[in-house]
């Protein structure tokens, strides 16, 4: 047999396995409380509206023959004519020619990690961070130092001792981050912005569960205080990242990063060598959806997730032994909970699978160093508040007795 290792490039050998995506396989087994898999709720998903939308634009031959043929790589100017107005609502003042729609969010950091990273650049994040942003950035052969801000002590100048090249970008999930589910004050978020701007640092703000919000006030998306100090959003050095796939629905893979003109002009192309343009059929029927019930429809979901998430605060303090913290998510879908410092997570999540049946996701996964072995990330989205107790319970009895 060809040993394709021979043929690869080198950026290959930083292509691994999501453990996210591994544990998602255990769903399958009913048996299974699994509190890995960080998904919305398919439950919840607005189902008949969908089809009732595809029937209508296939039904209308000038519509249909629009969805189904090639179309520009911008994106269809409806739905980018409607993101503009939803993010002004934010207080990101911006137009169409802002705006590209990606296939989720994912492929929007996939492109700008294909723009942006050469082999070792050095990307800012915090620490720990979305895993799927590292697996983006990975493929272009990136190292990482720690996002200066809350739980860091780095300052501009520390990343310029020992004569070490700019880093080149900041990455940053302010919302309910995934996977430790805290957000940014306004007051972190300037402070962020303050270092990044005495670095002469772009930021790339992924904001994928800006919608899931349950208690608190929303700060203003880091974009909106660039803009603000630059005099407009063609002048920041803020690129937002947002998507449909946790408020509507994520199959359609309808995603939209918002920039200065100049930059979306570059992804325009980058698009172009990657897939041409997102499935227009699937933009249409993301717009005409989200043009008709996104505030009820998050509303509405809101309200379940936020029983969830509070089932799963209570079930913690009830159940969980001395020792064992975790964090209080205003929103999002995420609780993350740190162990004593001799229980590491994998084997914990090997013994929570064969002896309690219940499932996580270690900590490490999540560190670009894998740091962070007595950590584990708990995700409520997907489960009745009954089970989510249930689960603890067993999880709480297995930390009692490592």
């Known amino acids: 047999m060809t040993n394709w290792t021979d043929y690869y490039a080198t950026r290959a050998s930083r292509m691994k396995a999501s453990e996210i995506r591994e544990l998602l396989k255990l769903l399958d087994q009913p048996d299974i409380i699994s509190f ?16 009732k939308t595809c ?6 031959k000038a519509q249909a023959m629009a969805a189904l043929q090639y179309a520009v790589s911008e994106g269809y100017l409806p739905l980018r004519q409607w993101l503009a107005e939803y993010m002004g609502k934010l207080g990101v003042t911006c137009t169409p020619e802002n705006i590209l729609i990606t296939s989720g969010s994912q492929q929007g950091l996939d492109f700008l990690g294909k723009l942006f990273i050469s082999p070792n650049d050095t990307v800012l994040t915090a620490w720990p961070t979305y895993l799927g942003a590292l697996q983006a950035f990975n493929s272009y052969e990136a190292n990482y130092d720690i996002l200066p801000g809350a739980g860091s002590n780095r300052t501009p100048e520390s990343y310029r001792a020992g004569g070490k ?16 589910g805290t957000s940014l004050t306004e007051k972190d978020r300037i402070a962020l912005l303050d ?3 005495a670095m002469d640092l772009p930021l790339i703000e992924d904001s994928a569960y800006e919608h899931l919000r349950y208690d ?25 990242c947002g998507t449909f796939s946790k408020s509507i629905v994520p199959a359609l893979r309808i995603g939209w990063i918002v920039a200065p003109k100049e930059l979306i002009k570059k992804l325009v192309l980058v698009n172009q060598s990657s897939h041409l343009h ?15 019930v996104f505030e009820p429809h998050t509303k509405a979901i809101n309200k379940i997730y936020k029983e969830r998430r509070d089932a799963m605060l209570k079930s913690l303090a009830a159940h969980m032994p001395a020792g064992v913290t975790w964090t209080k998510p205003e929103g999002g879908m995420f609780v993350w909970m740190t162990l004593p410092t001799n229980i590491e997570g994998a084997e914990l999540l090997r013994r929570a699978i064969e002896e309690a049946r219940i ?4 900590g490490a996964a999540f560190h670009p160093d894998r740091s962070g072995n007595n950590t584990i990330r ?17 999880l709480g009895a297995l930390l009692r007795g490592a």
């Open 36 to 51: 890995a898999g960080g998904i919305p709720d398919p439950n919840l998903f607005p189902v008949d509206l969908i089809a």
């Open 55 to 60: 029937k209508g634009i296939l039904d209308d």
């Open 165 to 180: 090249p700019k880093p080149k970008f900041g990455y940053v999930m302010p919302e309910f981050q995934n996977p430790t």
């Open 195 to 197: 270092a990044a701007e």
């Open 216 to 240: 608190g006030v929303r700060a203003k998306p880091i974009i909106a205080l660039a803009a603000e100090r630059a005099g407009g959003i063609d002048n920041a050095k803020v690129i937002y």
């Open 278 to 292: 997102v499935a227009t059929l699937n933009q249409m029927i993301m717009h005409r959806i989200a043009s008709t």
């Open 359 to 362: 499932a996580f996701v270690p």
């Open 378 to 394: 708990l995700s409520f989205s997907l489960i009745e508040p009954a089970v989510i107790d249930e689960g603890i319970k067993r």
